[in-house]
């Protein structure tokens, strides 16, 4: 169930950062990625945990 589940969310994050409309620098698009699959990451935790 939390493979599923972070699988999920990593697979929207990654794809709500390859298609943003801004255009962004590549440094920033990794730091954008890095900070939504952490913060998924601590959503997914949350629901375990509750």
């Known amino acids: 169930m939390k493979r599923t589940l972070f699988s ?3 697979v929207a994050m990654v794809a709500c ?3 943003s409309c801004r255009e ?5 698009k990794i ?7 952490g913060d998924g990451i ?3 935790v949350d629901d ?3």
């Open 42 to 44: 601590e959503d997914a």
């Open 8 to 10: 999920f969310l990593l």
């Open 17 to 19: 950062t390859i298609t």
């Open 31 to 37: 730091e954008d990625g890095m900070e939504d699959v």
């Open 48 to 50: 375990v945990v509750n």
């Open 24 to 28: 962004k620098t590549p440094g920033e």
